[in-house]
């Protein structure tokens, strides 16, 4: 299992936290997902087939880029 925690700037409030964890489960392998938005920091968890990059991916994709 591989973990890592994102700061993605374009967190505001509960609604967007929701937002991420939701799509982010969806990803084949993400095992757990965890969104503050007090910090605006993201931890996930994820094995093979997941990647960072496919996270990355999804994160840009659904409005919510991680900071790099």
Not at 22 to 44: F, I, M, Q
Request: proline share 4%; hydrophobic share 45%.
């Amino acid at each position: 299992m591989e973990e890592k925690t994102v700061h993605v700037s374009a967190i505001s409030c509960g609604h967007c936290t929701k937002t991420i964890e939701r799509e982010l489960r969806e990803l084949a392998g993400v095992l757990a997902v965890s969104a503050d938005p007090g910090t605006k920091n993201v931890l996930v968890q994820w094995e093979f087939p997941a990647t960072l990059a496919a996270i990355y991916d999804l994160l840009l994709d659904i409005g919510y880029p991680a900071d790099k």
